[in-house]
């Protein structure tokens, strides 16, 4: 995408269109058909969120696109992990911030060591740039602006809160079930902050149809598979697989 400034990787998919090696430069697996193209069959939105970080990466030398115009492998690997690692170094943060809306300093950190290393925040998600990497910062930022919130240390920004939930659930469809949960969250700031959050995630996933249709033609992007991702050709179906 950054390479043809376009989302159509067709060429991409093409031994020696983009170079001159006999393998292409994205698995066809990671690929969705649609309308004679090739899209990323993934999220996009992550793969949006990591432009910026990317291209100060080319800035200082350091490209994915090898002299020969095919994949430098390990340029890849240490440009993801350049990008996940402090993601998640600041996924470690916030789980120190919201532990310190109850607990004092020193079983604070605890908490967020326990949270971050007794899970795939560092293990995992900081190893490689995933979808998951990006939806788990942004639901860490999601849930420490409610717990502030619950806490009365900050005032409740409804649209905050339904472009962040919007966010996180166009990184990743399952997050779903953890949306759930942190809406919850959302209850006990009353019914004006619930109602203006409701509508604000409204507008957003409205916005969000309206590109998709503006750029595929469809409610929502192609998909190299459905388990874990929400389509509106079969919604009730699509959610009840998500939730399961």
């Not at 999601?142 to 920004?157: E, P, V």
């Not at 953890?178 to 604000?200: D, E, K, M, N």
């Not at 507008?203 to 929400?230: E, N």
Request: net charge positive.
């Amino acid at each position: 995408i950054v390479v043809q400034h376009a989302l159509d990787l067709e060429p991409a998919l093409v031994p020696g269109a983009l170079h001159s090696r006999d393998e292409p430069v994205i698995g066809v697996w990671h690929a969705a058909s649609h309308d004679g193209k090739r899209y990323y069959g993934y999220p996009l939105l992550p793969v949006l969120l990591s432009i910026p970080p990317v291209r100060l990466a080319n800035a200082l030398g350091v490209s994915a696109q090898a002299p020969d115009m095919g994949l430098d492998q390990d340029a890849e690997r240490r440009i993801q992990h350049a990008i996940a690692a402090p993601l998640m170094a600041l996924l470690g943060a916030l789980f120190y911030a919201m532990a310190r809306l109850r607990l004092a300093p020193g079983p604070a950190l605890l908490v967020a060591l326990v949270g971050a290393l007794g899970s795939s925040v560092y293990s995992t998600l900081s190893t490689a740039l995933w979808s998951q990497t990006w939806a788990s910062l942004l639901l860490g930022l999601l849930l420490l602006h409610l717990l502030r919130a619950w806490h009365g240390l900050a005032r409740a920004r409804p649209w905050l809160i339904g472009l962040l939930a919007w966010m996180v659930l166009a990184c990743r469809p399952a997050a779903v079930t953890t949306l759930l949960g942190a809406a919850l969250l959302v209850l006990p700031l009353g019914r004006v902050v619930v109602q203006r959050a409701a509508l604000a995630f409204g507008a957003f996933v409205a916005l969000g149809v309206a590109v998709s249709m503006q750029l595929f033609g469809t409610m929502s992007p192609p998909s190299v598979y459905r388990a874990g991702q929400f389509a509106f050709d079969a919604p009730l179906a699509h959610v009840a697989g998500v939730l399961l």
